[in-house]
């Protein structure tokens, strides 16, 4: 059984608030190898300390490494398309800007 089961409504339901400010959401999924290490969690890292007060596992620290590395690369791809032209944030729009005039 995954120790991170309960968490999962609290991570979906905080993913309506980044959807209504626009945020993107990157979730893990399940094509990250350490989500199962780290508890099968596809949405996000997520801890539970219970009663113990302290650093989280080493489990759980691999997978918030690997949705850092992940979400890195997906900025990196963002602000490779806006220094070419392909996504102009302003509008919300992939492809080059309109045409003024």
């Known amino acids: 059984m995954f120790r991170h ?3 999962e409504s609290t991570i979906l339901a905080l993913s ?15 094509t ?10 596809p949405y996000r890292t997520s801890y539970t300390s219970g ?3 302290g650093k989280p596992d080493a489990d759980t620290l ?9 979400l890195a690369r997906v900025a990196q791809l ?9 996504l102009d ?8 800007p309109p045409a003024k005039g």
């Open 5 to 7: 089961r309960r968490q």
């Open 32 to 41: 990250v190898a350490e989500a199962f290490n780290g508890g099968g969690n």
């Open 51 to 53: 009663t113990r007060v």
């Open 78 to 86: 963002i602000g490779v398309a806006q220094e070419r032209g392909l």
């Open 16 to 30: 309506n608030t980044a959807y209504h400010w626009g945020s993107i959401v990157l979730p893990l999924g399940y």
């Open 89 to 96: 944030t302003r509008h919300a729009v992939l492809g080059p």
């Open 62 to 70: 691999a997978v918030a490494m690997a949705q850092g590395h992940r």
